[in-house]
Nanobody, 116 residues
Framework: QVQMVESGGGSVQPGGSLRLSCAAS????????MGWYRQAPGKRRELVAA???????NYADFVKGRFTISRDIAKNTASLQMNSLKPEDTAVYFC??????????WGQGTQVTVSS
């Protein structure tokens, strides 16, 4: 059974940085895709960033140039470096992973709060 464990997050002032980490354990596969969605109060969950096994990345327009996703394919881990954070980045961030045969796996979510 695959378990997703997230770490990182917290509170930071505008312009600050945070790093999120995610690990997918218990899978016999290397994950095809790992990434993050986020959900702010009263809003829909939205894709933030994702990376596939080939290193191809997909970033939401609102984080381009500020966030960077990276992965360790062999370890099924991923990190999201978030720089130049804005108050509108405040949300719960959910890590996810996709393997070749199973439905998407989700992390438990971690709160990111950007406030002065």
């Amino acid at each position: 059974q695959v378990q997703m464990v997230e770490s990182g997050g917290g509170s930071v002032q505008p312009g600050g940085s945070l790093r999120l980490s995610c690990a997918a354990s218990g899978s016999m596969f290397s994950m095809n895709v790992m990434g993050w969605y986020r959900q702010a109060p009263g809003k829909r969950r939205e894709l933030v960033a994702a990376q596939d096994r080939g290193g191809n990345t997909n970033y939401a327009d609102f984080v381009k140039g500020r966030f960077t996703i990276s992965r360790d394919i062999a370890k099924n881990t991923a990190s999201l470096q978030m720089n130049s954070l804005k108050p509108e980045d405040t949300a719960v961030y959910f890590c996810y992973a996709e393997d070749p045969i199973n439905p998407r796996f989700w992390g438990q979510g971690t709160q990111v709060t950007v406030s002065s």
